[in-house]
């Protein structure tokens, strides 16, 4: 037998405070609010306390943001603000090791995927936006920021989705205060000591920790001049109620449920990689996850017996060890989640197969799953779960794949596994979804843009269209 | 299972299952551009994912011994000498002197005319003779020249045979040729195991490799091989991904096992550590064995006595602590 010896990456190069304030004018300041813990998924253990912004706080944080913004950076030149991003860019690459094992420890997500794709898509998404500051007038969105952005961000991809917030509105000449899930506050909070470290100007950047109430005080303050969200469909629906009627701009990039679309002329051993990157990924805490495998029913028992075969190779656990393909669920609200909708899929008559794993005894864990036998009718084919769950539905021609697809109230992404070019073109035209990929899935890239349709949200992020929503289009014919 | 009538060997397959597929070289083509593609994005992709696996300590030293134990160590040179050959086998047989844990090598593989020298040395050691017959590397020669080199280095005593296929045949879509080649290389084998070596630096695509893989194991090779290493690329793990998913599927649905050698270009264990994990991981346990996977190398192996004795020492010693041959 050939086992794998534990290969864990180091802790030492991570220096955890027992508590940590809020980042607001450039500097660690204690929260009015009460303050709450942060724990690493995969053990329970206790990582640091966090401080609460109150409104006061966040209050403060948008002043600061304000004054940043007129004094500072927006008058700052586009060839100035580039060098401070490209600066940043710079030392996320040097402290990527650091960056990459507190993200896992305090996300739960394995190191292979934190130290090969979250970190360096961060420090591309930098660059990439640098790259934008000083060409602006070339964008087609005109060269004028908004003012003060208020950004929350989920849990799933702390450090990524802080970089799709944070690197366009600083490129484009805004100031921000954004908000960090209550669950992994603490790269963001490592995000602005490396904002010192680059003296950014007291203010441009603000970090305010907290919950629900934090985010709702953010969002709705009146100085604030734009809310960027990625998180659930009902939030992003609360903040749209909230800002209806203000002249707030707003992006909401929220939930999905994928179809990952199988032909029977498919790279069968690659897509059944697709399948499992899909759906397992980031331990299927991905907004655009393939949660929902379309496979034509010429090769769908093929397919299947191929992707539980695969599925039992993955390596479950301990997410510090540099072989670990699938680590911890984020917490344990969300692990009950999962467990709730698992068993309604039973419940309503789908069969449920899992991959054989020992899990480990602490922490929050479930293993990878696919649901066979599920039809559009079931919950598990409509909701999104957020987990490493995949519901297995099968079609029988192009047309009742793209009818599949397509009926759901989401459309953040799609993909489509088949070796006919032609075909890849027209499901791509036909897809009702932001992203579709092809013979690919979860791939992702400073220089795409990305969002979603109907309940996914709106507004992208990514390349040149995610400038749009850091500036006001002054041209002519445009809404000013 | 092997087919009785040497020339007339073409018609059946040496499974019956596939006598349908073999019956015609339309029936065949419609069998191997049948089989499913492969996205090669997607197969390098994966094979870069395995190959960012961390083996340690145990891990290592179990990896180390079993490639030790996988070696085909080989010297295919117009230079070769039958001292030469002595001294090769002779180090198969105890690659690391100074230690006698070090396992020996699988076999040495060496031209047909060096077979009945290394059998000499090699005698009752278990390291095994292979020979590289049929017009090795390019296989360009009529048949019966290239039966008669099988023949002539089974008769020399030679435990394994490495055929290369007819590229130009294959390229040119004259598959049942291929195929009739191979059934009749295996014929002339007798009780020697056969290699087939497809040069997948000349077939240059992964669906090529696919159908190569296919129609190797249909015709009754008992391992495929990558490269003759006299042409470049070599081994790459994205190729021996593909044939190593060929060998399971195979199995899948014959029940019977085919093994896999990468051959050319796998130079250090750490190369080697990367192969494993992919043998591991895609066809499992029961292709982790010197009878199911090979590594066909020459300098490969002072690269992995120099890490076995680290492993057991604690330090590196220089190359000169090892033997050249």
């Known amino acids: 037998m050939f086992e794998y010896a534990p290969a864990p990456e180091s802790r030492a190069i991570v220096d955890i405070k027992p508590s940590y304030g809020l980042f607001i004018n450039g500097e660690f300041v204690d929260g009015n609010g009460t303050s709450f813990k942060t724990v690493n998924p995969a053990t329970e253990e206790v990582l640091a306390e966090v401080a609460e912004a109150s409104d006061v706080d966040v209050d403060e944080a948008v002043k600061a943001a304000r004054r940043a913004y007129t004094r500072v950076w927006s008058r700052m030149s586009g060839a100035e603000r580039a060098k401070y991003l490209y600066r940043i860019a710079r030392i996320i690459q040097e402290r990527g090791r650091e960056l990459a094992v507190l993200e896992s420890i305090d996300n739960g997500k394995p190191i292979k995927e934190s130290r090969d794709v979250d970190v360096p898509i961060v420090a591309a998404h930098f660059f990439y936006y640098a790259g934008w500051a000083d060409k602006l007038k070339y964008s087609g969105y005109g060269e004028t920021p908004l003012g ?7 849990w799933n991809f702390p450090l990524l989705m802080l970089a799709w917030k944070i690197a366009p509105a600083l490129a484009c000449g805004n100031t921000v205060v954004l908000k960090p899930a209550e669950t992994t506050p603490l ?42 969200f990625t998180g659930s469909t009902e939030v992003g629906k609360a903040i749209a109620r909230a800002v209806a009627g203000s002249d707030k701009k707003v992006t909401l990039e929220l939930g999905g449920k994928a179809a990952n679309i199988v032909f029977d002329d498919a790279p069968l051993d690659q897509a059944v990689e697709g399948i499992v990157n899909g759906i397992f990924f980031n331990q299927g805490h991905v907004c655009c996850a393939g949660s929902r495998l379309l496979v034509q029913e010429s090769v769908a028992d093929e397919v299947m017996s191929r992707l539980k075969r695969r599925m039992a190779t993955l390596r479950v656990g301990d997410p510090l060890d540099k072989n670990t393909d699938v680590g911890a669920i984020n917490s344990a609200e969300q692990l009950a989640k999962i467990r709730e909708l698992s068993a309604i899929g039973e419940s309503e008559g789908a069969e449920r197969w899992s991959a054989p794993c020992d899990l480990p005894a602490n922490g929050y864990w479930f293993a990878p799953t696919v649901f066979t036998g599920v039809s559009q009718a079931h919950r598990i084919a409509r909701e999104e779960i957020f987990g490493p769950v995949l519901s297995v539905l099968t079609f029988r021609t192009p047309s009742e794949a793209v009818e599949k697809a397509n009926n759901t109230p989401f459309g953040l992404s799609a993909g489509v596994w088949t070796d006919k070019g032609s075909r890849i073109l027209s499901m791509a035209n036909r897809l009702r979804a932001g992203v579709v990929w092809a013979n690919t899935f979860n791939k992702f890239d400073p220089t795409s843009p990305f ?21 006001r289009n002054t041209e002519k014919g445009a809404d000013a | 299972m092997t087919p009785t009538a040497s020339s007339t060997a073409s018609s059946t397959s040496s499974h019956a299952v596939f006598d349908d597929v073999v019956r015609s070289d339309s029936s065949l083509r419609r069998f191997l551009h049948g089989l499913p ?35 085909d160590l080989t010297t295919l040179e117009g230079q070769d000498t039958h001292g030469k050959v002595r001294a090769l086998a002779s180090k198969a047989m105890r690659p690391d002197p100074a230690d006698p844990t070090c396992p020996a090598t699988a076999a040495v593989c060496v031209y047909p005319d060096m077979v009945a020298t290394a059998k000499q040395t090699l005698g009752d050691s278990g390291v095994n003779v292979a020979a590289v017959a049929t017009a090795f590397p390019s296989g360009r020669a009529a048949m019966d020249i290239k039966l008669a080199d099988t023949r002539d280095a089974v008769e020399a005593g030679a435990d394994e045979i490495d055929m290369v296929i007819d590229r130009g045949a294959f390229l040119s879509g004259r598959y049942l040729d291929v195929f009739e080649e191979i059934a009749q290389v295996r014929e002339a084998c007798g009780d020697a195991h056969l290699k087939v070596i497809f040069e997948t630096g000349e077939l240059q695509t992964y669906d090529n490799v696919r159908r190569a893989s296919w129609l190797a194991m249909m015709a009754g090779g008992h391992f495929i091989k990558t490269s003759t290493g006299k042409v470049q690329p070599a081994a790459t793990l994205p190729v021996t991904l593909i044939m190593l998913e060929a060998v399971r599927d195979f199995r899948e649905q014959t029940g019977q096992m085919v093994g896999v050698k990468p051959a050319g270009g796998i130079k250090t264990t750490k190369d080697a550590i990367k192969y494993l994990v992919m043998v591991n991981e895609i066809c499992g346990d029961d292709w982790l064995d010197p009878d199911w996977f090979r590594f066909g190398a020459s300098t490969l192996l002072n690269d992995l006595l120099m890490q076995r004795t680290k492993m057991t020492t604690g330090r590196y010693s220089g190359p000169d602590y090892f033997t050249l041959d």
């Open chain 1, 187 to 228: 790269t963001a909070l490592l995000f602005a000591e490396i904002c010192q470290q680059a003296d950014l100007p007291p203010g441009v950047v603000n970090i305010v920790t907290g919950a629900g109430d934090t985010g709702r005080s953010i969002v709705s303050h009146p100085d604030v001049d734009k809310v960027a």
């Open chain 1, 148 to 154: 003060v952005a208020g950004q929350v961000i989920p």
């Open chain 2, 37 to 71: 593609g492969v996205d090669q994005v997607g197969c390098e992709a994966r094979a870069a994912g395995l190959a960012t696996r961390s083996i340690k300590t145990t891990s290592k030293a179990y990896a180390i011994d079993l490639a030790i134990r996988m070696v």
């Open chain 1, 451 to 471: 969002g979603g349709y109907k309940e996914s949200g709106y507004g992208r992020e990514g390349g040149r269209h995610g400038l749009e929503a850091y500036l």
